[in-house]
T-cell receptor
Framework: QQQVKQSPQSLIVQKGGISIINCAYE??????FPWYQQFPGKGPALLIAIRPDVSEKKEGRFTISFNKSAKQFSLHIMDSQPGDSATYFC????????FGKGTSLLVTP | DAGVIQSPRHEVTEMGQEVTLRCKPISGHDYLFWYRQTMMRGLELLIYFNNNVPIDDSGMPEDRFSAKMPNASFSTLKIQPSEPRDSAVYFCASSLIGPLNNEQFFGPGTRLTVL
């Protein structure tokens, strides 16, 4: 049973554009919502995370928007760059992370 | 710190053989997680430990899979006997979980191919 649903599966964005990835979760007990970034041949690495007491968190070009009532959260990448091309995973947890299935992002020059 | 260390990085074996994957977590971390990544199923949590004690192994797919953590600096994931459908990338991650931090640090993974 997939506890976190992620969309889209893949995304192509032009350089300078905005990349948006969406996730939805089921378990209202989850209290930590990270986004991980994974490059080919590497393990996932934490990009940005949010807790449900705030609706938005911004770090540089990366922003998480969180809607607790809808049980949804999203990652926005502003001014997308070719170096952002990677697979992005959302997750939700208490202690153990429940990952979405990932979004493969390609930023074209 | 060297980060989470996994070995081997690549393993090719034949069906029926025993496979042992190894992980050294980041020093001082008290949680250790084993994940499996495939194209079809994404990242799946297999098992996690807290202070060397297995807490949740509900993600372990079958009795062929077993994991141990004999001390704070070492864990193994064993598959015996291995099958072609076990082919995947296996990640180990560690964490020091507190009220303000749940970040997990992933190792580079072991790519397992079972022929």
């Amino acid at each position: 049973q997939q506890q976190v649903k992620q969309s889209p599966q893949s995304l192509i964005v032009q350089k300078g554009g905005i990349s948006i990835i969406n996730c939805a979760y089921e378990n209202t007990a989850f209290d930590y919502f990270p986004w991980y970034q994974q490059f080919p041949g590497k393990g996932p690495a934490l990009l940005i995370a949010i807790r449900p007491d705030v609706s938005e968190k911004k770090e540089g070009r990366f922003t998480i928007s969180f809607n607790k009532s809808a049980k949804q959260f999203s990652l926005h990448i502003m001014d997308s760059q070719p170096g952002d091309s990677a697979t992005y995973f959302c997750a939700a947890s208490g202690y153990a992370l429940n990952f979405g299935k990932g979004t493969s992002l390609l930023v074209t020059p | 710190d060297a980060g989470v260390i996994q070995s081997p990085r690549h393993e090719v074996t034949e069906m029926g053989q025993e496979v042992t994957l190894r992980c050294k977590p980041i020093s001082g971390h008290d949680y250790l997680f084993w994940y499996r990544q495939t194209m079809m199923r994404g990242l799946e949590l297999l098992i996690y430990f807290n202070n060397n004690v297995p807490i949740d192994d509900s993600g372990m797919p079958e009795d062929r899979f077993s994991a141990k953590m004999p001390n704070a600096s070492f864990s193994t994931l064993k598959i015996q006997p291995s099958e072609p459908r076990d082919s995947a990338v296996y990640f180990c991650a560690s964490s020091l979980i507190g009220p303000l931090n749940n970040e997990q640090f992933f190792g580079p993974g072991t790519r397992l191919t079972v022929l």
